[in-house]
């Protein structure tokens, strides 16, 4: 009695959502957390990831009721080939792909063809992976540098990051974060005296820092705890950032939150 009702309040459910003739749900382009799956499969709705790039047409693995996994991006399709490129002592390497599915080259653009095909005709992803002992393949990161956004979008943030640096003469450096969130943000450092010997960065502004932040702010900052804590330099910082912004490809680009570090990064502090 107990299961009849169920199904159908899980049928009314799919009913009210537009999904009641739906034979199979699948998501792409960005991963789902787990629990957001496990949601959506107690309304009897198992949601299936795929995984593929557009010089693939599409997805390139799939799954199955009978071949499900949680974390997986699925197993290879039927005639096609997946391999994992240059492993490293944990099984992970470049994803590649190759099939009848891929594409036959960029138009007209030899040159970026030859590198995203190989002379054995598998395209190189650019994402890092692994296969697991079921064949499920696992995306463990990125070689190529790509923010991908919890809606799907593919950010570049290199380009982003050197017209922020432009733009805002104080700030020693700037790292874009907003892997599948909603939108980006961007933790920022100033320009530092640096031990010349060690290359540990210090606390107190350049000559160039302090000049650019008295004629924004008006006030003579000497540190970047001083920086880090007046509402003004903040102001300043935002007005740079919105002028980013403007120039930015898309709006999914657009860095709408910040945070000021009082320690420029380096190399001996571990950040670089």
Same mark, same amino acid.
């Given at each position: 009695?107990?299961?009849?009702?169920?199904?159908?309040?899980?049928?009314?459910?799919?009913?009210?959502?537009?999904?009641?003739?739906?034979?199979?749900?699948?998501?792409?382009?960005? %991963?789902?957390?787990?629990?957001?799956?496990? +949601?959506?499969?107690?309304?009897? =709705?198992?949601?299936?990831?795929? +995984?593929? =790039?557009?010089?693939? /047409?599409?997805?390139? /693995?799939?799954?199955?009721?009978?071949?499900?996994?949680?974390?997986?991006?699925?197993?290879?399709?039927?005639?096609?080939?997946?391999?994992?490129?240059?492993?490293? !002592?944990?099984? !992970?390497?470049?994803?590649?792909?190759?099939?009848?599915?891929?594409?036959?080259? +960029?138009?007209?653009?030899?040159?970026?063809?030859?590198? /995203?095909?190989?002379?054995?005709?598998?395209?190189? &992803?650019?994402?890092?992976?692994?296969?697991?002992?079921?064949?499920?393949?696992?995306?463990?990161?990125?070689? *190529?540098?790509?923010?991908? $956004?919890?809606?799907?979008?593919?950010?570049?943030?290199?380009?982003?990051?050197?017209?922020?640096?432009?733009?805002?003469?104080?700030?020693?450096?700037?790292? =874009?974060?907003?892997?599948?969130?909603?939108? =980006?943000?961007?933790?920022? $450092?100033?320009?530092?005296?640096?031990?010349?010997?060690?290359?540990? %960065?210090?606390?107190?502004?350049? &000559?160039?820092? *302090?000049?650019?932040?008295?004629?924004?702010?008006?006030?003579?900052?000497?540190?970047?705890?001083?920086?880090?804590? !007046? %509402? *003004?330099? &903040?102001?300043?910082?935002?007005?740079?950032?919105?002028?980013?912004? *403007?120039?930015?490809?898309?709006?999914?680009?657009?860095?709408?939150?910040?945070?000021?570090?009082? !320690?420029?990064?380096?190399? %001996?502090?571990?950040?670089?």
């Amino acid at each position: 009695m107990y299961s009849v009702a169920n199904f159908l309040i899980l049928s009314r459910i799919k009913q009210q959502l537009g999904l009641d003739q739906c034979l199979g749900f699948f998501f792409g382009a960005a %991963p789902l957390k787990k629990a957001s799956i496990e +949601y959506f499969g107690s309304l009897d =709705m198992v949601l299936f990831n795929l +995984y593929g =790039m557009s010089e693939t /047409t599409g997805a390139f /693995t799939i799954q199955t009721f009978s071949k499900f996994s949680f974390s997986a991006a699925g197993f290879c399709m039927e005639g096609c080939d997946l391999m994992i490129a240059n492993p490293d !002592e944990n099984g !992970e390497g470049e994803i590649c792909m190759r099939g009848r599915n891929i594409m036959m080259g +960029y138009l007209k653009n030899e040159t970026a063809t030859r590198e /995203t095909i190989d002379s054995q005709g598998y395209v190189r &992803s650019g994402d890092r992976g692994k296969i697991d002992a079921d064949g499920f393949l696992n995306i463990t990161g990125r070689i *190529k540098e790509l923010i991908i $956004t919890a809606g799907g979008e593919n950010i570049a943030p290199v380009p982003v990051e050197d017209t922020f640096k432009l733009e805002c003469g104080a700030c020693s450096n700037i790292m =874009m974060v907003g892997e599948q969130q909603r939108f =980006m943000a961007a933790f920022i $450092t100033f320009k530092v005296d640096v031990d010349p010997k060690s290359g540990v %960065p210090s606390h107190n502004l350049t &000559s160039e820092a *302090k000049s650019i932040l008295k004629e924004q702010t008006g006030l003579d900052l000497k540190t970047t705890d001083e920086a880090v804590a !007046e %509402p *003004k330099v &903040s102001a300043y910082v935002k007005r740079c950032l919105e002028a980013t912004n *403007k120039k930015s490809v898309s709006r999914a680009a657009h860095i709408r939150k910040f945070k000021l570090l009082p !320690e420029d990064f380096s190399i %001996p502090g571990g950040e670089l």
